[in-house]
């Protein structure tokens, strides 16, 4: 067999086996309506030049029977920032949760914190899913502190402006696919 004869024999073949795996694979894929219908986890640090340290963590849901309702999400987001010792750390209860494309904004109250008055308060953050350079905003760099913050409108956060600390970023966010 000449040489052009086999590599267009093994060129073929190599086709037919892509186009069977890719057929296989299509067919074996869960199915879309299984899957929740939005999330926001991970845990990053931010970058500050002055070395302060902060970290966000999220495990934010949206069960698929729930799609129609973002306020029916569930879970809890918690963060900390501390410098030269001082500063605060705060948990919260998920009340609502808005994703597109690789952008999250959660809200939630507060439900523990060592800040002085923060129990009770609505904060909102948005995160931008960019892999290893993930990015980040909280309602409370406009409002002031979450205990000034008088009533935040549920999914309410900040423009994602702060940067994630490099190696730290594992944000992941479910797209929500709403029924227009």
């Not at 970290?55 to 410098?83: I, N, Q, V």
């Not at 008088?150 to 479910?174: I, N, Y």
């Amino acid at each position: 067999m000449n040489r052009r004869t086999r590599t267009a024999l093994l060129g073929s073949a190599l086709l037919l086996t892509v186009a069977a795996a890719a057929g296989s694979a299509g067919a074996s894929a869960p199915d879309e309506s299984g899957r929740e219908a939005a999330a926001l986890t991970g845990k990053a640090k931010l970058y500050r030049s002055a070395g302060d340290d902060i970290t966000f963590s999220f495990d934010a849901h949206l069960a698929a029977k729930d799609k129609a309702d973002p306020m029916k999400a569930t879970g809890t987001f918690e963060w900390s920032h501390y410098l030269n010792g001082e500063g605060a750390r705060a948990k919260a209860r998920v009340d609502c949760l808005l994703t597109g494309g690789k952008v999250a904004v959660v809200s939630g109250v507060i439900t523990d914190s060592d800040l002085p008055g923060a129990e009770g308060k609505r904060v909102g953050i948005t995160v931008h899913d960019v892999g290893r350079h993930d990015r980040l905003g909280y309602s409370w760099a406009s409002t002031g502190s979450p205990v000034e913050t008088k009533e935040l409108p549920k999914c309410v956060g900040s423009a994602p402006f702060e940067k994630v600390r490099k190696g730290t970023g594992d944000f992941t966010v479910v797209p929500w696919r709403p029924a227009l």
